[in-house]
């Protein structure tokens, strides 16, 4: 008998069901039954190994409560009301595909008290007892902070204030700046230098460093009309691909995106860079953000008029599937419900700057959000089923020997396969039938052998199922099919009750689906028959929400300004901060809804300011009565992230290539599991490790082999030959390339809006020896020669594509002389030369924005 795992989100469906037939009262009779033929049983030959009682609970599966034993372990629920065949205690006791107790069967009169008992029903009396919750945030809490907290009352519109300066402000964004800096008797900043400005404005947009024509064109422009001169460049990079490369990373680093599960088991996900080009692809598209909020949260429910559009809208709920999983998580109850948390708390940081997460096992600590409006949202998250792992499988799948709780993938409607999937020609598909129905055969004959051992008959399925796997990638003429991450709505659309303590052996009442109160104006309609998530996601995206569009504006200002107007950018609570200048907030965020939620005009508004060209000169009356820089009388000096670091360096030498690859290199290595360092097959380390595995509850802890997809993966994961845009590098949670986590990247398994910036040794150390730099700096020396043959040319040209700008008479002087007294040590002209690149890569100024 081959089993089949629930889906882990339908698991909640039928748990419901359980818990409904099993809630009736037992009458006496049944009392009696399962008092004097079920517990004694129970407690004698069960408990020890399955029970909290007795400190042991294999396989995640505990028998002593009836909660518990309805959930069931890592291979599913062990009582189903009613149904024997699908109750695996009942095939456990019969010693079919597992034998329970291990070491004896048990007697004939117990096997049929058990069998019984489960036609019935399964009455237990065991039934935790409800806590009836009573939260401490009262309606008028809720009410009032609608009233009185400003992130909680929908943007006022306001009409930017007159100034003193009246020459100093470009645009209203400027009078809103000026005129704080006025009350506050600050000095208004000058203008950065020519040079400065537009390197700023070339990361800033588009991640890379100008070119020299660039500076060039832009130097003239300014000299003339500094305005035109912004302008036109602004529109330039808007208009380039590079943008939605930039911008897109930036929402990488808040939607979590990575391309494994993280933790102990870590299984990559070879179809998550499907998710990072849809980003990239919305921000160059400037899809209005209202619609890109949708997308995420609910495209498989929005309408579609193509199969185009109707595969992209799937792609887009990758955003809800991607997240951080413990697959090591035995119960699937607690691994479903931890899968829905992860999603409020993403959903609720990204779209609204709120943790509603904090919510989950007692009322806000902090904001108005009781329990109960946790556990509405988890009634919505709960209606939906999600999708991250391998393709489906008539027979199961490989996952199975890879961790506790898998899933399967969405198929897409059109012909879009991953570009290193295998096809299959006619006569390798009829090979991999007949295996298949061999093994089914040798299975069968397995299954009618007591001397065949437990570790035998599981290594017949697991080649089952990973025949089959390979199977049902492939359409019927063996070409592969098209898959992605994502979610779909359940077909039975339920309330969550809410867990006393959070904890799912405790369930209260069942809470109606909704939006926290205290965000809302009125409630959110959501029909019986509707999970409510789309009816959510239409109201995060629209103005009704007080927050969607004001917690995007300080994103986009804190990435162009470097500070955001609310510096705590995921938390817009009472614990987080204030915003430095609330009308200039609701203005923009007003400006935001009314330009149709247009990022590129946002972006377009902020860098033609005044405020955005200041320069970063410092003044120690202004830092006395300013220290954080809040009122913004200096421009912030930034340092360059790790991939701006990587793709200028890329750019100095002249070895970027600007054309995105198809797919990513976890793509290309497929469905391993990553565990101290080194990714294995699992299908490989099924076969090493099945020897005595029915004397253990798991695999052994020992390192897996690498199998020779991981070995190109691992030798890879620096990308040292690479030369594509850092934002298409393998983001393998807990495996993350040397160049990006020297510098700071964002951590792949949280919500990250504001990045850290460290100053370390290992920063210099990385510049002085990693192979990137040093290869790039050759390559760097080799470009300049090519075309500047005389040396003081060569240094020019060298400060030009590292720093932007020329150097100055004495930085070209000492520059000279070392590269000569190099040169007469070595005896070689290009080591000089490439020593000098890999100095100013190294130099803060390359890696600093001023």
Not at 339 to 346: F, R
């Amino acid at each position: 008998m081959l089993f089949h795992r629930l889906p882990v989100a339908f698991a909640f469906l039928v748990l419901a069901c359980q818990i409904g037939i099993a809630d009736e009262k037992p009458t006496p009779e049944q009392l009696n039954f399962f008092e004097t033929k079920i517990r004694p049983v129970l407690v004698k030959e069960c408990y020890s190994c399955h029970s909290d009682e007795g400190g042991n609970v294999r396989g995640g599966l505990r028998l002593d409560t009836q909660s518990f034993t309805l959930i069931g372990g890592s291979s599913g629920p062990a009582v189903v009301p009613g149904e024997l065949n699908d109750s695996l205690l009942w095939s456990a006791i019969n010693h079919e595909d597992m034998a329970m107790p291990p070491k004896k069967k048990l007697s004939d009169q117990q096997i049929a008290d058990l069998g019984r008992w489960i036609e019935m029903g399964a009455p237990d009396p065991r039934v935790s007892e409800v806590v009836e919750y009573r939260s401490s945030i009262s309606e008028h809490d809720i009410e009032t902070a609608k009233q009185d907290f400003w992130a909680y009352r929908h943007p006022a519109p306001s009409t930017p204030p007159s100034v003193k300066q009246t020459a100093w402000p470009k645009t209203d964004i400027d009078r809103f700046i000026a005129s704080k800096l006025e009350s506050a008797n600050l000095p208004l900043a000058t203008d950065a230098t020519p040079n400065l400005i537009l390197r700023r404005l070339s990361f800033d947009l588009t991640g890379l460093p100008p070119t020299p024509q660039q500076i060039d064109t832009f130097a003239r422009l300014f000299a003339s009309d500094p305005d035109r001169a912004i302008a036109a460049f602004v529109d330039s990079q808007l208009a380039n691909e590079a943008f939605g490369q930039r911008w897109g990373r930036h929402w990488l680093d808040v939607a979590r995106y990575g391309e494994s599960t993280g933790g102990q088991v870590n299984m990559t996900f070879p179809h998550a860079w499907r998710y990072r080009d849809y980003v990239i692809e919305s921000f160059n598209d400037d899809k209005p953000y209202d619609q890109f909020i949708q997308e995420q949260i609910a495209g498989d429910l929005l309408p579609a008029e193509s199969d185009a559009q109707w595969a992209q809208n799937l792609v887009a709920t990758t955003f809800l599937a991607i997240g951080s999983k413990n697959l090591n998580e035995q119960n699937r109850i607690q691994f479903a419900a931890d899968v829905a948390d992860e999603q409020i708390d993403a959903t609720t940081r990204v779209f609204l700057g709120t943790s509603v997460a904090c919510a989950r096992c007692h009322d806000h600590k902090f904001d108005p959000i009781p329990q109960s409006d946790y556990y509405a949202m988890a009634g919505i998250f709960q209606g939906m089923k999600t999708y991250f792992g391998n393709p489906p499988s008539e027979f199961g799948s490989f996952n199975t020997v890879q961790a506790n709780q898998n899933s399967s993938l969405l198929v897409l409607p059109v012909d879009d396969p991953n570009p290193f999937d295998r096809g299959y020609t006619a006569s390798e598909l009829a090979d991999l039938r007949q295996q298949i129905t061999s093994k089914i055969d040798e299975a069968r004959q397995t299954r009618s052998n007591p001397n065949q051992n437990q570790a035998a008959r599981i290594r017949i399925n697991n080649v089952i199922a990973d025949l089959s796997a390979k199977l049902a990638v492939v359409d019927q003429n063996g070409q592969p099919l098209s898959y992605c991450m994502g979610v779909q709505e359940s077909p039975k659309p339920s309330n969550a009750k809410l867990l006393t303590r959070g904890e799912i052996d405790l369930p209260g009442r069942a809470i109606p689906r909704g939006i926290p109160s205290v965000l809302t104006a009125s409630p959110v309609k959501i029909d019986d028959d509707s999970s409510g998530r789309l009816e959510m996601a239409r109201w995060i995206g629209s103005d009704q929400n007080p927050l969607a569009a004001r917690v995007m504006v300080n994103r986009i200002w804190q990435h162009l300004i470097g500070t955001g107007l609310v510096t705590s950018t995921e938390n817009f609570g009472t614990t987080g901060s204030p915003p430095s200048h609330p009308e200039l907030l609701d203005f923009l965020a007003i400006e935001f809804v009314k330009s149709g939620w247009s990022v590129k005009k946002l972006v377009r508004q902020i860098t033609t300011s005044r405020v955005y060209r200041i320069a970063s000169t410092f003044d120690q009356d202004s830092f006395d009565s300013d220290p954080d820089n809040t009122l913004l009388w200096r421009a912030n000096q930034r340092r360059l992230d790790s991939e701006a670091i990587r793709d200028a360096i890329l750019a100095a030498s002249g070895q970027i290539d600007m054309d995105p690859p198809r797919g990513s290199e976890v793509a290309k290595a497929g469905y391993l599991r990553v565990r101290g360092g080194i990714l294995g097959d699992p299908r490989e380390l099924m076969q090493q490790q099945m020897v005595g595995m029915s004397r253990r509850s798991g695999f052994g802890r020992g390192r897996q082999p690498a199998s020779s997809a991981y070995e190109r993966l691992s030798q890879q994961l620096d990308m040292n030959d690479a030369t594509f845009r850092s934002v298409y590098l393998p983001v393998v949670r807990d495996e993350l390339p040397r160049s990006m986590e020297v510098f700071d990247f964002a951590d792949p398994s949280a919500v990250i809006g504001t990045r850290e910036e460290s100053n370390t040794a290992n920063q210099s150390l990385f510049m002085m020896n990693n192979p990137i730099v040093i290869s790039q700096s050759d390559a760097m020396a080799q470009r300049i020669a090519s075309f500047v043959k005389r040396p003081t040319g060569q240094v020019k040209a060298a400060f030009v594509l590292a720093l932007g700008r020329p150097p100055t008479d004495a930085e070209r002087s000492a520059t000279l002389a070392y590269m000569k007294s190099v040169e007469s040590e070595q005896g070689s002209a290009m080591q000089p030369l490439a020593s000098v690149c890999q100095s100013l890569f190294a130099s803060a100024e390359f890696r600093y924005l001023d």
